[in-house]
């Protein structure tokens, strides 16, 4: 039986010094001189759907309602549930925990198809500014919740998850083959700030705290 080995479409120029295989995944856990952030990470090996439904108000992905209003998300238990329209939504699965697959034609899934990047700590809300007009800081706005817009010029979906005043935690997920333009842009926006690159255990850890 012949195993496919799944490749991130991500690259950062930092020495991994934990790994970890999951799901035919080589997951960076850590690497060197990671800082005490800010930090860009790789996600892209976690899992995501696309839902699609005429009725979406009696779809439970998972048992979970799905948030009624466009651009509202929902976090709970490692599933972030974003409401994009009428009738579709994004399914995240942030935890490193199993999960099974979800049945019926409703699901798309995208893991392969798109990146996967976190955007974490101290100065993200700074760095996004470069990057696009998407308003983060709008009061109106509790994460988490989902913006629909460019980033650096890339059609991307965008989760605040983490809001805070001098930090937060920003989620975007965009077609696979702009992997590299949008992971150099964010690195020459956040150049200032120090931003650097971080393992998945940096994401594990802050999300951890978040659902205490």
Known sequence: MTIF???SPVSFSATPVKTEKRDNWTVVLEYEGEGIGPWLIDLSHKNRWDLQGGDMGTIKPWGFSLPETPGNSVCKNGMLINRMNLTQASIWHLSADDLSEPKGSAYTET?????FLALVGRYV???TEKL???DFLDPENNAPFLLQGPISHIPCQVVALEKNKDSGTIL???SRGYAHDMTHAIFEAGKEFGLCP???????TRLKGKNK
Do not use: H, Y
């Open 5 to 7: 080995q799944r490749r």
């Open 111 to 115: 893991t392969d198809a798109t990146v």
């Open 125 to 127: 809300f700074s760095i």
């Open 132 to 134: 696009t007009s998407l």
């Open 172 to 174: 975007l997920t965009c």
């Open 198 to 204: 971080a393992g998945e255990n940096a994401f594990e």
